[in-house]
């Protein structure tokens, strides 16, 4: 770790103590909470997710590292977060799945899992929580479009917001659901998503979310999600013009592998019980 990230944090970083702390106000739940952030070179924006997250909102918190080039794995131990490393980048997809393990390993009741690149506003976890707790929904999305004018504001791009609003649009008639952003990287689970949907059988690669919603509204699953503020800015984590042409395409793949399972033409492994 170089002397300026050491300084940062014996400066203002929050160690995990004092977010989850013993003295912090808690709200009365039963349930126990774990976050879960597949990071990769995430250091510059680690600290700023990891501060936002409301004190006492969650119990544990997990990093994978997916084969980080920067200080993402020593901040994010310094920070007093529970840290995996995968040695070798297994894509955003194979992150999620060593994530999801950990969670089912660790008995948790309800799933955070939210990039820890600063694009998504982590304050808002314990509203999304008690959405689930009080059995209104089984998973949650943060959207980022809770109107044009905002998104924009936030700095997505227009060809981002373009191409979101014509996926989301697509997801939404396919699936049945009326969510206003599918792309979303801020999801709140109930245990029984994890333990009910075939994850481990989803692409490695970023279409691993898609097929994932797609999963939870094929096994009945209630979605709904909340707005979340949207930040982009260069360090915050994005996929180029080329991967974003074809993960659109993995997408309208996923939609018609939904439909074709669905009328019985194709029996996919992904829609087939664990």
Known sequence: MDMQLAEVLRRDAPCLAEILGPDAPRPPRRSKVV?????????????????????????????????????????????????????ENRGYGGNQKTCYRWALETNAD???????????????????????????????????????????????????????????????IFLGQNLGDFHSGFRVYRRAVLETIPFERNSDDFVFDTQFLAQAVHFNFRLGDIPVPVRYFKEASSINFRRSVRYG??????????????????????????
């Open 35 to 87: 976050a879960v952030m597949p990071a990769y070179n995430a250091a510059s924006t680690l600290h700023a997710t990891v501060a936002d997250i409301p004190p006492g909102s969650v119990d544990r918190i997990l990093l994978v590292d997916d084969g980080s080039r920067d200080d993402t794995v020593a901040l994010a131990r310094a920070l007093g977060l529970e840290v995996i490393v995968h040695p």
């Open 110 to 172: 309800i799933v955070v899992m939210i990039h820890p690149d600063y694009q998504y506003d982590s304050r808002v976890v314990d509203a999304a929580v008690k959405i689930i707790e009080l059995g209104i929904c089984d998973v949650v999305l943060g959207s980022r479009i809770r109107s044009r004018a905002e998104a924009l504001a936030g700095g997505m791009p227009v060809y981002k917001y373009l191409a979101n609003r014509f996926l989301t649009t697509v997801e939404n």
């Open 249 to 274: 395409l993995h997408t309208l793949w996923t939609m018609a592998e939904y439909w074709l399972n669905r009328l019985g033409l194709y029996r996919s492994p992904r829609f087939a019980a664990r």
